[in-house]
Each structure stands twice: as structure tokens, then as C-alpha cells.
């Protein structure tokens, strides 16, 4: 079983949906989750994060990461057409890790 | 420049070549990552360097070879490739361990293909 599961997408939906991406993982020494956005030719950049459960907002991006069911979800409202990109969660324990274990990505397109 | 630069952005070799990638970050970060990006796989941790001295090997095959002259480069000897090496090589750094406080900042990375 892989430690952290994404659905690789592709997902499509029109401007100004709002977009629902997940992750399930297994090590529930999980402590920090994280959001990278990686935009076409480009390399990832973190987009948002949370530690422990409970949610996080940003904008029109929202966090929610609930521990009991090894779950973390990103939803974006009002989605745009600069949304376009490969979503990838990561996370990793409080302590010893420099080693963030990712997600394959979600690939997402915002159709104008 | 700013942030992590990455050389070069393509690179097609032959299994038998010797090719080096190069890394270099202008953020003053004391640590750097080699990162394999393969399609509908995982990021791959490969290699962590802090402070010039490597802390992590992830079970790389010796064909794959880092070198970290300081803290701001870092480069990727290759040698005697094969195919299935072909990816995506992301350089990052940070500043500590990259946990949500010092996350890490990624270069556009090296396309590479191994004919």
C-alpha cells in the first residue's frame, strides 16, 4: 500500500466551479500536510499547509485535514482559468524527516 | 537571479554518456534536495545535503552520483543511464528540515531522456 494516495485526474471543470482535491494516506505519524501547485514547465511551489486537523483558508482556497480518516482535502472556489496546474499533497512527520512524501499529483483544467 | 536555477532544462543522452546536472539556489538555504519527477509517479526523494554533507541517500543506484561543493550548488553526475531513468530532475532547497516553516523551494527542473 502506497503511503499516500492521489487520484491522478484529470479533472475538468468549468470557471468558476468549486474544485474538490484529495489525498488518503496511511502513516498516521503524519503531522504536517501540505499543498504544492506545479504549473506547466515549472517546478512545484507550496501553496498552502496545515498541521494537524482541522482547516485552513487562504483566499479562495480552503485546507481541511481530518486525521481520524487519514483524509486531507484543497477546495478552491470561484475557480479560474490560472488555477490550471498539477495539484500534489505532501506530508511527513513533526520530527527527523527532510523526507516529505508526496502525492503522483492531480492534474486540474479550468475550462473559461 | 533569484530563488533555484536549474541547467540545463533539456537534456537528451545515450545510455553509454556521462552528462552533469547543475543546481543553484540564491535563497541562502543550508540544505538541497535532488528530486525524481517520473509521469503519474510520486515526487522521488533521492539525495538531502545539509551544510555540503549529505544526510540522505534513498537507495540510488550508483549510476546516479551528487556532488555539493557548498551550500548554494549542487549537481548530479550521470553515468551509463538507462531508459527508465528518463524524468523530470527537480533540485530544491530549504532552510532547515522543510516542514511548513521553511518549506522548499523547487527549480523548474532538468526533462531528461535517455536514448
Request: aromatic share 10%; proline share 7%; glycine share 8%.
Amino acid at each position: 500500500q502506497k503511503e499516500v494516495e492521489q487520484d491522478p485526474g484529470p479533472l475538468s471543470v468549468p470557471e468558476g466551479a468549486i474544485v474538490s482535491l484529495n489525498c488518503t494516506y496511511s502513516n498516521s505519524a503524519f503531522q504536517y500536510f501540505m499543498w504544492y501547485r506545479q504549473y506547466s514547465r515549472k517546478g512545484p511551489e507550496l501553496l498552502m499547509y496545515t498541521y494537524s486537523s482541522g482547516n485552513k483558508e487562504d483566499g479562495r482556497f480552503t485546507a481541511q485535514v481530518d486525521k481520524s480518516s487519514k483524509y486531507i482535502s484543497l477546495f478552491i472556489r470561484d475557480s479560474q482559468p490560472s488555477d490550471s496546474a498539477t495539484y500534489l499533497c505532501a506530508m511527513r512527520p513533526i520530527q527527523g524527516a527532510q523526507k516529505l512524501v508526496f502525492g503522483q499529483g492531480t492534474r486540474l483544467t479550468i475550462n473559461p | 537571479e533569484t530563488g533555484v536555477t536549474q541547467t540545463p532544462r533539456h537534456l537528451v543522452m545515450g545510455m553509454t554518456n556521462k552528462k552533469s546536472l547543475k543546481c543553484e539556489q540564491h535563497l541562502g538555504h543550508n540544505a538541497m534536495y535532488w528530486y525524481k519527477q517520473s509521469a503519474k509517479k510520486p515526487l522521488e526523494l533521492m539525495f538531502v545535503y545539509n551544510f555540503k554533507e549529505q544526510t540522505e541517500n534513498n537507495s540510488v543506484p550508483s549510476r546516479f552520483s551528487p556532488e555539493c561543493p557548498n551550500s548554494s550548488h549542487l549537481f548530479l553526475h550521470l553515468h551509463t543511464l538507462q531508459p527508465e531513468d528518463s524524468a523530470l530532475y527537480l533540485c530544491a532547497s530549504s532552510q532547515g528540515q522543510g516542514g511548513p516553516n521553511s518549506p522548499l523551494h523547487f527549480g523548474n527542473g532538468t526533462r531528461l531522456t535517455v536514448t
